[in-house]
């Protein structure tokens, strides 16, 4: 095999799975002089680059391989084009070529040529399924140190949804989770739903999500007690303002997947993170609930809120509370 075009959605298997091949091109992965990488916007400014550094010979005669991290397809015509003159003159090839790239269309240049190519691969990288995140967590962590961790099922259930999306980003979840309970070195060691919420991203969000959650889908008044919770538990309102702003951006996307064509559950399988599935429910009625003109309402009105709140002596909390009863009055009105 020439090389092959490693792609999807989830940039962090990209790159797991691009290092994995890597490995068997060269014998060693960080080798300044024998491994080569470049960024699209290498090629941009020099086109005849990637051509050059895969005709050129190693100095020591070892084996080269050339890794492209390709953020855009400016330059896909033009790398297509050179993958099927190498694949049509294989001895042409000087070099192993490995091509990192996230999603793309069935119409992408160079993912039509490395899929019609004899000697070059298309590999897609797929988000891993919930099962396939918690056998990740579940087997990870079992073969950490002497003995292992194990993980209560109920603490898997929590941790399965925070972990999902980016699989490099996984790993460095459980490496932390790993180094908090001592990489395995207690017998009998395990993952509680305490050490969920004590060291795991996004699992303090609960309460945060509770509010956003219910002033956006009307609920005023329980959104008005979660948000006084908050408040008395000494959470900072520009916090739950960020959130609120996240949440907007969110179901903007979504409904722009679902403008374009997408179902409602493939417009949230798009989105990252994903959405928690204690809310899945609740998101998908949102999405019913609120429309683009709606959200650009409320976006307008949340950027001048965070213009305040950054004025010194600005009450804060007050005027992320006004936001939320706003947007849950708005919220409600839509439900009639």
Not at 79 to 102: S, T
Not at 226 to 237: E, T
Request: some cysteine; overall charge neutral.
């Amino acid at each position: 095999m020439l090389g092959a075009l490693i792609y999807g959605p989830d940039r962090g298997l990209t790159v797991e799975r691009s290092q994995t091949l890597a490995a068997q091109f060269v014998p060693d992965v960080d080798d300044a002089f024998n491994v080569t990488v470049l960024t699209s916007d290498d090629l941009s400014s020099d086109p005849a680059r990637l051509s050059d550094e895969m005709s050129a010979l190693s100095l020591l005669g070892d084996s080269r391989l050339i890794r492209v991290r390709l953020d855009h397809e400016r330059q896909g015509l033009a790398i297509g084009k050179l993958i099927k003159q190498f694949d049509a003159h294989p001895e042409r090839c000087a070099a192993k070529l490995i091509i990192e790239a996230g999603a793309m269309t069935p119409r992408s240049h160079v993912r039509k040529a490395f899929e019609a190519a004899t000697g070059f691969a298309a590999i897609a990288c797929y988000a891993d399924s919930a099962a396939d995140v918690a056998t990740i967590a579940r087997d990870t962590l079992a073969a950490i140190g002497t003995y292992g961790i194990g993980i209560d099922k109920d603490a898997l259930s929590m941790w399965t949804p925070l972990l999902e999306g980016d699989r490099a980003l996984a790993r460095g979840e459980l490496e932390k989770m790993a180094l908090y309970k001592g990489y395995g070195e207690t017998e009998g060691d395990r993952v509680t739903i305490d050490d969920i919420n004590a060291v795991a991203s996004g699992a303090q969000a609960g309460d945060i999500d509770e509010i956003i959650y219910a002033a956006f889908s009307g609920r005023q008044v329980q959104a008005d007690a979660a948000f006084r919770r908050a408040m008395a538990g000494k959470m900072h309102a520009a916090v739950i303002l960020r959130s609120a702003q996240r949440h907007l951006t969110r179901l903007h996307s979504a409904l722009a997947a679902m403008d374009g064509g997408s179902s409602v559950s493939d417009a949230m399988r798009g989105l990252r993170p994903p959405v928690f599935g204690l809310y899945q429910r609740e998101f998908e009625s949102q999405l019913r609930l609120w429309r683009p003109a709606l959200l650009d309402k409320i976006l307008l009105e949340s950027l001048e809120t965070e213009k305040k709140v950054k004025s010194a002596g600005a009450p804060v909390d007050a005027l992320t509370g006004r936001l939320l009863n706003a947007i849950a009055m708005i919220g409600a009105k839509s439900r009639r």
